[in-house]
C-alpha cells in the first residue's frame, strides 16, 4: 500500500497515520525503542512513573528568547521562540565563590517529569553547593516553535529545524546566557543527560568544551549508530534478562508466538485471542497482540528497577499459572502482573498519540536512525531491521528520508576509542548492563577522564535517579559514589587552574 507524504501537511492526518504504522504489521521494525529515562515503554506509556514537578518556591521557571536556526542566516532564521528553562537556587554557594552549576540537558519529553525524576541534581546540590538548572529540548513541552504545536508540527519544512544539533546549541546560549545574568562566569558546568539526554551530554562536552567542564551521559547507546552495534543487541539483551530470571518463563514467551499464530488460524481464532487477552477492541491482526507483548518486555526489561524488578514480577506471573496452564494462559498472567493488578482491558486501547511519540517519530526518521532489529537468536519471532524499508516509510510520513549515517558524521562514533582519547575530555559513561540500550553504549575507559562506569545488575537511567536510602542496593550506592568523586576531580582541577591563572 502507497501512502502519499501530501498527508504529513496536516498534524491530525499524521496522527492517524502514525497509529496505522506503529499497530499494524510491517516488512521491517518500525518502532525504534523510546530512550526516556524516567520511564515509558515503546510508543506508548504502558505503565512507569507518573511524576509531577516540584512546586517550590526555590524552583523558578524562566523563558529564553531562543534563535529557530542557529546554522543559516536566511531571514526566516532569525526567527525566535520561547524555550522553557527552570532554575533552583537553594543550593548555590554563589558566583563569588565560583560555585558550580549543575544543568540537566531536557530530552524527548516535556521536562516537568524530570525536574522530579532525575535525582542526581538535588541528590548532590549540597556536596557541590550548586546551582540547578533545567532546560526543556525544543519541540517539547512548552518550548514550541512557530506559535503553537499544530503549527510546529505541521510538515517537514516546520519540522526541520527539529533536530540535536539545534538543540544543544539552544543549551549553549541558555547556559551562557544563566552565568552572564548571575555573573557567574567563572562557575564551572557540568551537564547531566539520561537516555537521548545523555547522548547529547557527551555531544556538549565535545561540540561546546568552552561552555561545559564535563558531562554525565548516562544510559547514552551513542554506538547504536551506523552499523557499529549489531541491531539485535536490544533485544538479545531483553532476552537475557528474561532468561536469566527464569528459564521456564523464558521458553514460555519463546513458544508463545506461535502459539498465537496456531489460535489466530483457527475459526473465529482472532476472537478467541481478544478474549483471552481481554482486548479493549476486538483483534484485527496478531500483530496488535504482538506488538502488545514485546512492547511489555522491553519495558519491564529496560526499567528493570528495583525495588519491584519488572521482569521478575512478568515471570512469576508467567511462572505462577493463576490463569490457566495453557501457554497463553500464563503470557496472559504475565501481562496481569506486570500491571500489578486488574483492568478493565488489555491491549489496543484508545489512545491520544503525545507530543513525545509524535517527537520521537520525527527525531527517528531524521537523524536518530537506531537500527534496532530481531534476529533469530531471541525469545522473539525475526523481526529484522531493513534499512531501505525504513526509509520509504519515514519518506511516506514527512516527505524527506533520513540521514542515517549523520549522527556518526557529525558527532563521531566509529573508532571511539582511538579518537576520542587523543582530543575529548571530562565525560561519565554510565549503563547498567541489564539495560537493552547498553549494547549501544560505551562500556570501556577510552581515557583516564572519558570513562565508562557500568553495574552488572544496572537498568536505563539507573544511576540518575532520585536516590532511596531504604531499597537502592550497595552496587548502585557504589555507581553513585564513583561518578561524584571523578566529577568533584574535575571540579578540583578547575579551581585550581583558574587560580593559576588569576
Known amino acids: 500500500m502507497k501512502y502519499s507524504s501530501t498527508f504529513s501537511s496536516s498534524p491530525c492526518l499524521l496522527f492517524i497515520f502514525l497509529m496505522i504504522f506503529f499497530n499494524s504489521a510491517t516488512a521491517t521494525r518500525f518502532n525504534i525503542p523510546r530512550l526516556s529515562p524516567i ?61 558550580p552549576i549543575l544543568a ?77 545574568q548571575y555573573h557567574a562566569e567563572d562557575s564551572p558546568v557540568i551537564v547531566v543527560g539520561g537516555s537521548y539526554g545523555g547522548m547529547l551530554a557527551s555531544f556538549f562536552r565535545l561540540k561546546y568544551p568552552h561552555v561545559a567542564l564535563g558531562a554525565l551521559a548516562s544510559s ?11 541491531h539485535d543487541g536490544y533485544f538479545s539483551i531483553v532476552t537475557k534478562d528474561f532468561r536469566e530470571a527464569s528459564e521456564t518463563c523464558y521458553q514460555t514467551i519463546r513458544d508463545s508466538w506461535s502459539e498465537i499464530d496456531k489460535v489466530a488460524s483457527q475459526l473465529d481464532g482472532l476472537s478467541t485471542l481478544s478474549k483471552k487477552f481481554k482486548t479493549c477492541n476486538p483483534l484485527e491482526t496478531t500483530s496488535e497482540l504482538k506488538n502488545y507483548l514485546e512492547n511489555i518486555y522491553a519495558s519491564a526489561a529496560q526499567y528493570n528497577r528495583p525495588p519491584r524488578y519488572p521482569v521478575t514480577v512478568v515471570c512469576g506471573g508467567i511462572d505462577g499459572e493463576a490463569f490457566g496452564s495453557d501457554i497463553l494462559s500464563k503470557i496472559f498472567a504475565g501481562v496481569f502482573a506486570y500491571y500489578g493488578g486488574n483492568r478493565s482491558c488489555y491491549v489496543n486501547a484508545p ?77 561519565i559513561f554510565s549503563n547498567g548492563l541489564r539495560d537493552p540500550y547498553s ?7 577510552i581515557s583516564d577522564s572519558i570513562v565508562a562506569v557500568h553495574t552488572v545488575n544496572g537498568s536505563h537511567c539507573l544511576d540518575i535517579l532520585p536516590a532511596n536510602k531504604s531499597s537502592d542496593p550497595d552496587w548502585l550506592v557504589k555507581q553513585r559514589k564513583i561518578e561524584v568523586e571523578i566529577i568533584e576531580g574535575w571540579i578540583a582541577k578547575y579551581y585550581s587552574d583558574l587560580k593559576a591563572l588569576n
Not at 517550590?56 to 543559516?72: A, R
Not at 547514552?220 to 549489531?230: E, G, M, N, S, V
Not at 489512545?351 to 530481531?374: A, Y
Open 104 to 180: 540537566y540537558l531536557g530530552a524527548e519529553a516535556p521536562l516537568d517529569g524530570d525536574i522530579a525524576g532525575i535525582g542526581f541534581l538535588t541528590d548532590n546540590a549540597v556536596r557541590f553547593n550548586a546551582l540547578l538548572v533545567y532546560i526543556e529540548h525544543r519541540y517539547y513541552g512548552k518550548s514550541i516553535p512557530f506559535g503553537s504545536r499544530e503549527e510546529a508540527l505541521k510538515n517537514a519544512s516546520t519540522l526541520g529545524y527539529f533536530n540535536s544539533a539545534q538543540a544543544i546549541a539552544d543549551y549553549a546560549e541558555i547556559l551562557i546566557h544563566v552565568k552572564k
Open 351 to 427: 489512545t491520544n498519540l503525545s507530543e513525545t511519540t509524535v517527537g520521537w517519530s520525527w527525531q527517528t526518521c531524521s537523524e536518530m536512525v537506531i537500527p534496532i532489529g530481531i534476529e533469530n537468536n531471541t525469545m522473539f519471532q525475526a523481526d529484522p531491521f531493513v534499512l531501505s524499508e525504513f526509509i520509504n516509510k519515514c519518506r511516506a510520513f514527512y516527505g524527506v528520508s533520513p540521514r542515517p549515517h549523520w549522527v556518526t558524521t557529525y558527532y563521531g562514533g566509529h573508532d571511539i576509542k582511538l579518537i576520542l582519547q587523543r582530543f575529548g575530555s571530562n565525560i
Open 220 to 230: 547514552a547507546p551513542i554506538l547504536y549508530f551506523d552499523d557499529i552495534t549489531p
Open 439 to 445: 549494547s549501544g553504549g560505551v562500556l570501556e575507559n
Open 39 to 99: 520511564g515509558g515503554t515503546i510508543l506508548q506509556e504502558l505503565s512507569g512513573i507518573v511524576l509531577q514537578s516540584h512546586h517550590s518556591e526555590h524552583y523558578k521557571t524562566f523563558y529564553y528568547k531562543q534563535t529557530l536556526d542557529h546554522f543559516n542566516y536566511r531571514p526566516e532564521s532569525y526567527s525566535t521562540f520561547r524555550q522553557r528553562y527552570v532554575i533552583n537556587f537553594k543550593y548555590w554557594g554563589g558566583a563569588n565563590a565560583s560555585a
